[in-house]
């Protein structure tokens, strides 16, 4: 596991593509702060601010969005694990 980024995971609970990525995240033990834009505002706001739209799931990498759960996994493959 590489500690050298600073993520952020911007989801909402019913979203499906955001359970993908989450139940990803939980079978490797990966955890990291996660924004529920549902349930904080704030996060809404900051998910829109930064990264230009409110879609989900959108993992923020040293502060720039990537979006898509697919390419999301697969960073994570490739980098964290």
């Known amino acids: 596991m590489d500690n050298n980024y600073d993520l ?3 989801y909402f609970s019913t979203c499906p ?3 993908k990525v989450l139940n990803f995240m ?3 033990n990966i955890a990291f702060p996660l924004k529920n834009i549902r349930k904080d505002k704030k996060a809404a706001r900051e998910l829109k601010n930064k990264g230009g739209k ?3 799931p959108c993992l923020f990498i040293n502060g ?3 979006y898509e759960s697919d390419d999301i996994i697969n960073w994570l493959k490739e980098n964290y694990i």
């Open 26 to 28: 939980e079978e490797n």
């Open 17 to 19: 593509y955001c359970k």
């Open 54 to 56: 409110k879609q989900v």
């Open 8 to 10: 952020k995971l911007f």
């Open 64 to 66: 720039k969005p990537l």
